[in-house]
């Protein structure tokens, strides 16, 4: 794969990482808000009143989220060439990541639903939001199966380069273990398990950011290095 392909792509990842956090926190600040107990009128009220940036941030994070499939594509290929042993744990990263990609992309147009007409009945933009939160924090599957499969990866690696330490390994795990924190939320409403809660937001907030953090740090480093550039195998199977 090609030197200056692969840092783009990891920038896409640090970007889109980046986008999707000020998109949806600082922007929308529809994460955490609104909370599962709010009645219907205050749900209304909170897109109502905040329309126009609740859809300037989900735009914001929409565009960041499509900019992760190039990230996880590089993972994928980084992976298999540390390590050809591993491609079926490479392929299942990539395809439980651009999953979890999906699953947060459907609470964002839904999310975005919501704001577009803040005028209807509170009981369906509460039914819409209720939708777009369930998903959003319910749906930890694919991103727990991605980050086991991407940490096993590097903790199998036996190659005499590994692309990722050891280290990283333990981080995708625990990212893994953390994005399962929202397993309750369809349970309870409020406190630590609520959409606003600690396991069930901030924990994966915190996974996600270690684990963007270290993939971008060295597969950026991978690619800036001799054995990110193209193979000789590489190049010939490209003339093919």
């Keep these: 794969m090609d030197r200056r392909i692969q840092v783009l792509f990891a920038w896409c990842g640090l970007v889109g990482g980046g986008m999707i956090g000020i998109g949806l926190l600082v922007v929308a600040q529809i994460v955490p808000a609104p909370s599962a107990a709010d009645s219907a009128t205050q ?59 999906l699953m947060f992309l459907i609470p964002v147009l839904l999310w975005g639903v919501a704001a577009f007409r803040p005028d209807r009945s509170p009981g369906s933009t509460q039914l819409i939001n209720d939708t777009a939160s369930t998903i959003f924090y319910w749906g930890f599957a694919p991103g727990t199966v991605e980050c086991a499969a991407m940490g096993l990866a590097v903790l199998f690696d036996r190659s005499d380069h590994p692309i990722f330490p050891r280290w990283v390994g333990y981080v995708d795990l625990f990212a893994a273990v953390a994005y399962a924190g929202g397993a309750p939320a369809a349970f309870v409403k409020t406190g630590a398990f609520g959409w606003d809660g600690f396991f069930t937001l901030w924990l994966p907030l915190v996974g996600f950011s270690l684990w963007l953090g270290a993939t971008f740090t060295f597969s950026l480093r991978r690619a800036g290095s001799e054995r990110g550039s193209s193979s000789p195998g590489d190049r010939s199977a490209a003339r093919l």
């Design 43 to 101: 749900i209304a009220s909170f897109f109502g009143d905040n329309a126009a940036q609740i859809r300037a941030g989900l735009l914001m994070a929409m565009v960041g989220a499509s900019l992760m499939f190039p990230f996880l594509v590089l993972i994928m290929v980084q992976l298999k060439q540390s390590d050809p042993r591993l491609a079926p744990l490479a392929y299942t990263q990539l395809v439980a990541g651009a999953a979890f990609m």
